[in-house]
């Protein structure tokens, strides 16, 4: 298939398969004689392996390497384990922080809800730093 037949396949841009390709992601396709590529259906299988993994969080150097892991037995599959648990930890960690985000700004809205019209935003106190509630804005790691 030609590199608009893939890009529409796999629901990703043609620019996104050549930046694919450039990174080792995708294998060089072949080429027509008019020099347009031609992919196979094993491409196609390969983005949509990669949209799978960045669904899940994986970036695309983490892809990479379980691209390079294959079907993954005995060592390797502990490997794909060990990568899929640490991916697991950072997003609970990701998760707990934005929890954390968003109490903090619940806080912020609710003391809004209740000052005088006059008076100046609390949001906007606590983002300069002016008041109690800015420990709940403190920038983010």
């Known amino acids: 298939m ?4 893939l890009a529409t396949q796999a629901g990703v841009n043609i620019e996104t398969l050549r ?6 992601l995708l294998p060089p396709p ?3 004689k008019n020099g347009y590529r031609r992919y196979t259906s094993a491409a196609l299988d390969r983005i949509r392996f990669i949209k799978r993994a960045q669904g899940l969080g994986f970036s695309l150097e983490e892809i990479e390497e379980l691209m390079q892991l ?5 060592r390797q599959r502990q490997r794909v384990r060990r990568l899929a648990e640490q991916k697991l930890t950072t997003i609970e960690s990701k998760i707990d922080e934005l929890e954390n985000m968003r109490a903090a700004l619940r ?9 005088a019209a006059e008076a100046v935003c609390p949001i906007i ?3 300069t730093g002016q008041t109690a509630h800015a420990e709940g804005c403190a920038g983010r790691k």
């Open 70 to 74: 294959g079907p993954a037995k005995g």
């Open 30 to 32: 072949e080429r027509e």
């Open 107 to 115: 806080r912020l809205v609710a003391s809004c809800e209740h000052g």
């Open 19 to 24: 930046y694919y390709e450039r990174r080792g």
């Open 2 to 5: 030609r590199t608009s037949e």
């Open 125 to 127: 106190e606590a983002l």
